[in-house]
T-cell receptor
Framework: GAGVSQSPSNKVTEKGKDVELRCDPISGHTALYWYRQSLGQGLEFLIYFQGNSAPDKSGLPSDRFSAERTGGSVSTLTIQRTQQEDSAVYLC????????????FGDGTRLSIL | DQQVKQNSPSLSVQEGRISILNCDYTNSMFDYFLWYKKYPAEGPTFLISISSIKDKNEDGRFTVFLNKSAKHLSLHIVPSQPGDSAVYFCAASGHLYAGGTSYGKLTFGQGTILTVHP
């Protein structure tokens, strides 16, 4: 596909469980970003990866959140010991890095913590 | 501390008329501004962007204006169509440049719901 692909599209899990969310960026895009949108809120930056550089984790809300990017392509966002306040839509975006480039978003994973 | 603000939660416009969506920012380090459109259950779709060295950028029915002194940008849609009905987000980025590459996290406004009536 040509766009950013995220899976699963929906995830319902019990409080305290761990979840993994996957993002497959647009081919050739070396910058990858994770955002989340909680109910009634705007999009909030979580983390980004650029090539082999150390990721910018400044937006991660707690140490229960982590992310990795393997082989410079697919990324996984992991939330451990989920809490109800983690319920949100988690969005992934990717972009080129030459000049000023827009970020292109996937359709997100809607995470619901019971 | 909301660095990007969209003060109008909603806007209603008649088909064929102009829609004007506004956005204000506070961080003078922002150098790249974007507008996204979002439908329910979909991710934001990139519409148009502008760098801080310009004051206007046009793409078809969409024009973005940037007033740096006022830290204000606006999106004009002319003519508005019912299919334009969606949530519109403005976003801003302060780019980091290193080794010939550039990247920057986006700071989003809260969004404006645009409804275009037939």
């Amino acid at each position: 596909g040509a766009g950013v692909s995220q899976s699963p599209s929906n995830k319902v899990t019990e409080k305290g469980k761990d979840v993994e969310l996957r993002c497959d960026p647009i081919s050739g895009h070396t910058a990858l970003y994770w955002y989340r949108q909680s109910l009634g809120q705007g999009l909030e930056f979580l983390i980004y990866f650029q090539g082999n550089s150390a990721p910018d984790k400044s937006g991660l809300p707690s140490d229960r959140f982590s992310a990795e990017r393997t082989g410079g392509s697919v990324s996984t966002l992991t939330i451990q010991r989920t809490q109800q306040e983690d319920s949100a839509v988690y969005l992934c975006a990717s972009s080129l890095v030459r000049g000023l480039q827009p970020q292109h978003f996937g359709d997100g994973t809607r995470l619901s913590i019971l | 501390d909301q660095q990007v603000k969209q003060n109008s939660p909603s806007l209603s416009v008649q088909e064929g008329r102009i829609s004007i969506l506004n956005c204000d920012y506070t961080n003078s380090m922002f150098d790249y501004f974007l507008w996204y459109k979002k439908y329910p259950a979909e991710g934001p779709t990139f519409l148009i962007s502008i760098s801080s060295i310009k004051d206007k950028n046009e793409d078809g029915r969409f024009t973005v204006f940037l007033n740096k002194s006022a830290k204000h940008l606006s999106l004009h849609i002319v003519p508005s169509q019912p299919g334009d009905s969606a949530v519109y987000f403005c976003a801003a980025s302060g780019h980091l440049y290193a080794g010939g590459t550039s990247y920057g996290k986006l700071t989003f406004g809260q969004g404006t719901i645009l409804t275009v009536h037939p």
